[in-house]
């Protein structure tokens, strides 16, 4: 039989090329230990679980289960036409140009496979939001990274590779409290990715699910208030729960019915009393500000107890920004010699959990890097966890674990 000339499949293989190119990542691995009695982990990307508007859910349930009996039904591909309307009134886009999606993850995913041909160029942030460079790669998507600052990706640094050559079909950015850095683009960034888009032709998939948990400064204006060349994704994870597992897409209106198509091919629609569950909750009259005004004032806490006690514990070893927003810290360490990667293990025996920069590198490893979530632990935990990693850092060959103030004979248990 001839042998394709596009693919490099062996005979005899089960997997096929693109699922090949997810590889497992021995960070992964390691973070699965971070889980056990003892260990406080600052490395999860979960958000707080005790915010969760379990009461608010139990009675839209109720009502929806009582008053309309289409939540278990199938449902349109596009998504709840009242769901719809609420993110397009929140972006201010047409209800036609919203695509409700499993979690933005699908969002990324859709996007990847309706914009992307084998070896089309992506350029995004690296260290970058690992979902998005592993949806980018699984659709053949060639990465382009780019450096990153306190003002975000370096939209200057896209510029010159552009006026060099580069045409990528995608520029990814996440614009409010990036993942895993923590950083917002600026204004004056935004304008320019948005004349970029529109002078050289790419897209941008902007990426949100941050952009309402600001505890301080002001947000940037969205990218599609300059351009038309913009797919917007968003998300209900951050801000009522992640297992509803509801996001979407708001597509440039030519490009929207493709997403449907698509879509349609890979799961139908996206489950039915997800959709109504979330509408219930985001237009029950009050809920939101409120939920979201908890939800700040707890994330600004624990985000101003932790860099707090990093300062104290660590001084200037950790170079870090305070967030003012989001669920992350990403810091340096400056100590010579420190491979964050290497380090994790010991981390762990020491009973404090981070997620290492080389996590999140497109090209780059970011050794000297570590990006800790202050969403889920306690405040307590959180000092503790800083004390842990001091130890750690100023020892890293120690073997017996050193605990902290808030225990006296052992690891605080989770
Ligand atoms: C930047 C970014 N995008 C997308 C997602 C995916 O979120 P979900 O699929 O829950 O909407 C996450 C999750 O942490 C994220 O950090």
């Not at 107890?305 to 170079?319: H, I, P, R, V």
Request: glycine letters at 8%; proline letters at 7%.
């Amino acid at each position: 039989m001839e042998q394709s000339p596009v693919t490099s499949r062996r005979a005899g293989q089960a997997v096929s090329v693109a699922a090949g190119r997810i590889t497992s990542s021995a960070i992964r691995e390691l973070l699965a230990v971070a889980g056990r009695p003892g260990v406080i982990s600052l490395a999860g990307g979960l958000p707080s679980a005790r915010h969760f508007p379990i009461d608010q859910t139990s009675a839209v349930v109720a009502d929806l289960l009582l008053s309309d009996p289409d939540v278990l039904q199938y449902s349109s591909t596009e998504g709840d036409r009242g769901l719809r309307r609420w993110v397009a009134a929140r972006h201010g886009a047409q209800v036609d140009q919203v695509l409700i999606t499993h979690g933005s993850q699908q969002a990324l995913d859709l996007i990847a496979r309706v914009t992307l041909d084998a070896g089309d160029h992506v350029a995004l942030a690296d260290p970058g939001y690992i979902g998005a460079i592993q949806a980018m790669r699984l659709s053949g998507g060639h990465l382009v990274a780019l450096p990153t600052d306190e003002a975000g990706l370096a939209v200057e640094t896209l510029e010159e590779k552009l006026r060099q050559g580069l045409r990528p079909r995608l520029v990814y950015v996440v614009p409010n409290f990036h993942n895993p850095t923590g950083a917002t683009l600026s204004a004056s960034r935004t304008r320019l990715l948005a004349r970029l888009a529109d002078h050289y032709g790419f897209l941008i998939v902007e990426d949100d699910p941050y952009g309402e948990i600001r505890f301080s400064g002001t947000a940037p204006p969205a990218l599609s208030t300059f351009t038309d060349r913009v797919l917007t994704v968003g998300t209900i994870s951050k801000v009522l729960f992640p297992g509803l597992r509801l996001g979407w897409i708001v597509a440039p209106g030519p490009l929207a019915p493709t997403f449907a198509l698509l879509k349609q091919a890979v799961d139908l629609h996206t489950a039915t009393l997800t959709q109504k569950v979330a509408l219930g909750l985001l237009t029950r009259p009050g809920f939101l500000a409120r939920h979201l005004a908890t939800l700040r004032s707890h994330y600004a806490a624990q985000a101003a107890t932790l860099a707090e006690a990093l300062t104290t514990e660590l001084g200037d070893t950790l170079e870090m920004t305070p967030p003012t927003g989001g669920m992350f810290l990403w810091a340096r360490v400056r100590s010579s010699g420190i491979d964050t990667h290497e380090l994790l293990p010991r981390a762990i025996d020491q009973g404090v959990a981070y997620v290492p920069g080389s996590a999140f590198s497109v090209e780059r490893p970011h050794p000297t890097y570590l990006r800790l979530s202050f969403a889920t632990v306690t405040p307590r935990e959180l000092v503790e966890g800083a004390c842990r990693l001091a130890a750690v850092l100023a020892d890293p060959k120690r073997s017996r674990p050193t605990w902290c103030r808030s225990t006296t004979n052992g690891p605080t248990s989770r």
